[in-house]
């Protein structure tokens, strides 16, 4: 057996250059920063340039590779393009793609927003995926073999799965209606994708996270947090570790051989839920 088995080289991505969008904040942040520890070049991008300084020099602090920031709003083509075309003037390839950015909308169920509470939430959830993949899949599949392939990581959620659109993660009488049908159409566009880039020596998963603290549980665990930590069989919520641990794994030798994944990261909370 000509491969190295040990966890070292299993799980190495020194040297990786990674681009996370959403990555200033929340699981985005996570996974970036799990990327920088471990020597990769990482790239994070989002809309708030104050959010983008902030998270990159808290990356710093632990960071064996380099982590730089690029301003950026995905919510249409326009912007995909824009991000880009400035990722291509830093670098020459892209090792992984971590398609992170995501909204929801919270409102009632006979007056929910049509701009606001679908369009623009089909648009950065689902349409961004697609955008800036076929963007930088001349970048993914340059240099790229059958032992060592690219990677993109698109982040999904339990909700994708789980049908419950009214509760603590919205106000009263309001519920996400749009934000679980998103999800579910990121399942099946990483299928569509990773039969599309497979030949290419590209692989293409999903991360279903359970609740994890970050910017769009926020209001949710405010509300009631103890609440949500106490229906959590393993007694707590996701962890940096849990998701950076997750990503690294699909990007590293370890998760090579694996494509068209939905992997669920929630402490088996949706085997409890229930209205």
């Given at each position: 057996?000509?491969q190295?088995?040990?966890?070292p080289?299993l799980?190495d991505v020194k040297?990786?250059?990674?681009l996370?969008?959403?990555?200033?904040v929340?699981?985005?942040k996570?996974i970036?920063t799990g990327?920088?520890?471990?020597?990769a070049t990482?790239?994070?991008a989002a809309?708030?340039e104050s959010?983008?300084?902030?998270a990159?020099e808290?990356?710093?602090?632990?960071?064996?590779?380099?982590i730089d920031?690029i301003?950026?709003?995905v919510?249409?083509?326009?912007?995909?393009d824009?991000?880009i075309?400035?990722?291509?003037?830093?670098?020459?390839k892209l090792?992984v793609l971590?398609?992170?950015?995501?909204?929801t909308?919270g409102?009632s169920?006979?007056d929910f927003?049509?701009?606001?509470?679908w369009d623009?939430v089909f648009?950065?959830?689902?349409k961004?995926?697609?955008?800036?993949?076929?963007?930088l899949?001349d970048y993914l599949?340059k240099?790229?073999?059958?032992?060592?392939?690219?990677r993109?990581?698109?982040?999904s959620?339990t909700?994708?799965?789980?049908?419950?659109?009214?509760?603590?993660?919205?106000?009263?009488?309001?519920?996400?209606?749009?934000?679980q049908?998103?999800?579910?159409?990121v399942?099946?566009?990483?299928?569509?994708l990773?039969v599309?880039?497979?030949?290419?020596f590209?692989t293409v998963?999903?991360?279903l996270?359970g609740?994890?603290?970050?910017?769009?549980?926020?209001?949710?665990?405010?509300?009631?947090g103890?609440?949500?930590?106490a229906?959590q069989?393993?007694?707590?919520?996701?962890?940096?570790?849990?998701?950076?641990?997750?990503?690294l794994?699909?990007a590293s030798?370890?998760g090579?051989?694996?494509?068209?994944?939905?992997i669920i990261?929630?402490?088996?909370a949706?085997?409890f839920?229930k209205?």
């Amino acid at each position: 057996m000509s491969q190295d088995l040990a966890i070292p080289s299993l799980f190495d991505v020194k040297g990786k250059i990674v681009l996370v969008t959403g990555g200033s904040v929340g699981i985005g942040k996570m996974i970036a920063t799990g990327f920088a520890r471990n020597g990769a070049t990482v790239y994070i991008a989002a809309r708030k340039e104050s959010q983008l300084k902030e998270a990159v020099e808290d990356i710093k602090k632990v960071a064996a590779g380099k982590i730089d920031y690029i301003v950026a709003n995905v919510g249409s083509k326009a912007g995909c393009d824009a991000l880009i075309s400035e990722f291509k003037k830093r670098e020459a390839k892209l090792h992984v793609l971590v398609n992170n950015s995501g909204i929801t909308w919270g409102g009632s169920y006979h007056d929910f927003p049509e701009e606001k509470g679908w369009d623009n939430v089909f648009a950065v959830n689902v349409k961004s995926i697609f955008y800036m993949t076929a963007g930088l899949t001349d970048y993914l599949t340059k240099d790229s073999t059958p032992t060592d392939p690219a990677r993109v990581i698109n982040i999904s959620s339990t909700a994708a799965v789980i049908p419950h659109s009214e509760g603590e993660l919205s106000a009263e009488g309001n519920g996400t209606w749009s934000y679980q049908p998103s999800k579910a159409a990121v399942n099946h566009l990483t299928s569509q994708l990773a039969v599309k880039l497979a030949l290419n020596f590209v692989t293409v998963n999903a991360i279903l996270p359970g609740v994890y603290p970050s910017k769009m549980t926020a209001f949710g665990l405010r509300k009631s947090g103890d609440k949500m930590v106490a229906r959590q069989p393993m007694g707590r919520l996701g962890a940096p570790s849990d998701m950076a641990g997750l990503a690294l794994f699909l990007a590293s030798p370890a998760g090579a051989h694996i494509t068209a994944a939905h992997i669920i990261t929630d402490g088996g909370a949706r085997l409890f839920s229930k209205l």
